[in-house]
């Protein structure tokens, strides 16, 4: 049996169905598990499918998320985008005589019964797409929406490597089906305060640069307040400095003051960088990478790991 039928079967036996993604999520992380009950709904509109989680402000129009109900453990688990247990927010995976993991990062480790990992796909949203394609679960218009704005956040608007001819074609069928409004999906997500282009300008103006081309910033919990932006912001913001010639690797590191830890964001125009992470506890894509780090100390040992990948890279690419 290939894997779409396999996962569209536990799908048709289940009831009820846990839909979960990982803490602090993106769109990819909240369109692929809230698109997910969308459509298992429009197909077993009697099921009782809940998608879990914390929220977040910044992405409230994708959808609310659920409480967990009393009876989780009689269902189905279906976790998206999270490769690892301690990441899943809301559920112990482990939990679940059922589960299901559908997930493009790197395999990291097995927290489900039936795994379909695809570290080639550009997104979680993508997957959801092929899994409609292959299956008898149809998308709605409402799924749509939030699977595009899934897959247009994680590729930076088809612009990363991993985003392939068959992420235009499910894309592509997507658009044709759904009749979404494009347009109104990008004011939803891009639209800003003109305070957060300020911040940008600070960011942009106040990283330091290695000699190898790795540029970070320290974003302190005053300098938030200072600039009236939230924790996330930096993070968030971070797709905005690609493309800079002097720059092929640049990390934020936000002060967050309630957790009493950095968050730390990386990207890169080419050298590997999850490998790096993993050593400090986080993770991630080859080029898109994450961390939670309490000590200051390892943030510059972490910085000085990065410099030396970089500069690897830069010998093996002159
Ligand atoms: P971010 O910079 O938070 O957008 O994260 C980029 C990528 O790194 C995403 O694929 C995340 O899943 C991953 N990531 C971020 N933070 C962590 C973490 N603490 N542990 C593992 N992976 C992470």
Redesign the pocket.
């Known amino acids: 049996m290939n894997i779409y039928k396999k996962i569209y079967k536990q799908i048709q036996k289940s009831d009820p169905i846990i839909l979960a993604h ?1 803490i ?1 999520p ?1 769109p990819d992380a909240l369109g692929s598990s809230l698109a997910l009950k969308e459509i298992i709904l429009n197909k077993f509109p009697k099921k009782h499918v809940y998608a879990v989680g914390h929220p977040t402000s910044k992405f409230a129009f994708l959808g609310k998320l659920d409480k967990l109900p009393e009876n989780y453990k009689e269902g189905l688990l279906i976790v998206t985008d999270t490769p ?1 247990k301690h ?1 899943v927010d809301g559920v112990n995976p482990f939990d679940f005589e059922k589960s299901v993991k559908i997930d493009h ?1 790197p395999f990291i480790e097995k927290t489900c019964k039936i795994e379909w990992i695809d570290p080639n796909a550009s997104s979680a949203c993508q997957m959801i797409l092929e899994l409609c394609e292959n299956t008898r679960l149809k998308l709605t218009k409402e799924a749509g929406e939030k699977l595009f704005a899934g897959i247009i956040t994680d590729t930076n608007r088809f612009m990363f490597a991993y985003t392939t001819d068959k992420t235009f074609k499910l894309v592509g069928n997507l658009v044709k089906k759904t009749n979404i409004d494009i347009n109104e999906i990008y004011n939803k997500l891009y639209l800003r305060p003109y305070k957060e282009i300020k911040f940008q300008s600070f960011i942009g103006s106040n990283f330091s640069i290695t000699e190898n081309q790795v540029a970070y910033i320290k974003i302190t919990d005053d300098i938030l307040k200072e600039y009236n932006v939230e924790v996330p912001t930096p ?1 968030n913001m ?1 797709n905005n400095f690609n493309f800079i010639d002097e720059i092929l690797v640049w990390v934020t590191i936000t002060e967050d003051k309630n957790f009493g830890v950095y ?1 730390v ?2 990207r890169s125009r080419g050298p590997i960088i999850n490998s790096v ?1 993993e050593n400090y ?5 080859k080029y ?5 780090i309490k000590d200051e100390e390892n943030i510059d040992i972490m910085i000085k790991d990065l410099d030396e990948v970089s500069k690897n890279y830069i010998k093996e690419n002159a």
């Not at 898109?288 to 939670?292: N, Q, T, V």
């Open positions: 990982h602090g993106d690892d990441r990062h993070g971070i968050r964001s990386v992470l506890g986080g993770g991630g894509h898109a990478s994450g961390a939670r």
